[in-house]
């Protein structure tokens, strides 16, 4: 049997204040029954760490999607920082031992695609890559009201999210069109942030 699998990941710092509230955001969708997601695990702050993350995919011998969101830091070399220590897709993906149809990755963080160079895991077929922005340039943030309460966000989350909601666009096969919308032209004009697809196959 082979199953999709949702990660969230998140760590607010002395000045990101937005990641927790993009993990609520992830969260309400992806707990939709049109997902299909068969678990949905969250890692915030002390729990963000490589071996529980680790743990949590190692469990399953055959995953269809895995997705794994990530709001928080990210550096111009392509790592994010954990809770206990700075990551890369390569540290993250050699410590796999599941066979994964397609890795989701789904990154709010500065510098993210720089994230994936490219797949050379075997028992990986494809990695995806939804960033937030491009490799010189950072992920911003902005307080915008939710229900009559103002909280602080991630930009790319949470335009990802209300789009894939308002179009609908549950089938994670057609998740580039996420990227077809005039709104993420407005807002790499107005705070120079590139939203970008990309997928990896091994070869």
Not at 13 to 37: M, R, V, W, Y
Request: proline letters at 0%; hydrophobic letters at 40%.
């Amino acid at each position: 049997m082979t199953y999709n699998i949702c990660l969230l990941i998140g760590l607010n710092s002395n000045d990101l204040f937005g990641p927790l509230n993009d993990l609520n955001i992830a969260k309400k969708t992806f707990k939709k029954k049109e997902l299909d997601i068969h678990e949905l695990v969250v890692f915030s702050e002390e729990k963000a760490k490589l071996d529980n993350i680790i743990k949590s995919i190692n469990k399953y011998i055959n995953i269809n999607n895995l997705i794994i969101f990530f709001s928080g830091h990210g550096n111009k070399y392509g790592f994010l920082k954990l809770y206990d220590q700075l990551v890369s897709n390569d540290n993250i993906c050699k410590n796999i031992k599941t066979k994964i149809k397609n890795l989701v990755y789904i990154l709010d963080t500065c510098f993210s695609e720089n994230f994936i160079i490219k797949n050379n895991f075997k028992n990986i077929n494809c990695i995806t890559l939804l960033s937030s922005c491009n490799k010189d340039q950072k992920s911003k943030e902005a307080m915008i009201n939710i229900n009559k309460e103002y909280i602080i966000v991630g930009i790319f989350t949470y335009y990802l999210f209300k789009i894939m909601n308002y179009k609908k666009i549950y089938n994670i096969n057609h998740w580039q069109l996420l990227c077809n919308n005039n709104l993420w032209s407005i807002i790499d004009k107005k705070f120079s942030q590139t939203i970008s697809y990309k997928k990896f196959f091994l070869r």
